[in-house]
């Protein structure tokens, strides 16, 4: 069975940072590409970054020089550093963990954790 908890979500202040984790249990960890969305109140969940299987990185402009995704396999954990906060980061925060094609399953996500940027 697999499960994704994410963790590290609160409030912080304008310009401040966060580092959220997300640790999987149930996959073959490393062979996964795993995904950070967020969900911000009234709109579509988005992409804000992936980190591929061969630790290849691609983030959406509008966080692109703030976050970086980086991953510890021996741990089974991705982690979202966010660093320059700011207010339109708002968001909840949910890890996707998808596998490779041939493996012919579906992704999986987390339940989210909330990251509230506010003065």
């Known amino acids: 069975q697999v499960q994704i908890v994410e963790s590290g979500g609160g409030l912080v202040q304008p310009g401040g940072s966060l580092r959220l984790s997300c640790t999987a249990s149930?996959?073959?960890?490393?062979?996964?590409?795993l995904g950070w969305y967020r969900q911000a109140p009234g709109r579509q969940r988005e992409l804000v970054g992936v980190?591929?299987?061969?630790?290849?990185?691609n983030y959406t402009d509008p966080v692109k020089g703030r976050f970086t995704i980086s991953r510890d396999n021996a741990k089974n954990t991705v982690y979202l550093q966010m660093n320059a906060l700011k207010p339109e980061d708002t968001a909840v925060y949910y890890c996707?963990?998808?596998?490779?094609?041939?493996?012919?399953?579906?992704?999986?996500w987390g339940q989210g954790t909330q990251v509230t940027v506010s003065s």
């Open positions: 996707n963990a998808r596998p490779p094609a041939w493996a012919g399953s579906g992704s999986s």
């Open positions: 980190i591929t299987s061969s630790d290849n990185t």
């Open positions: 149930g996959i073959i960890f490393n062979i996964y590409d």
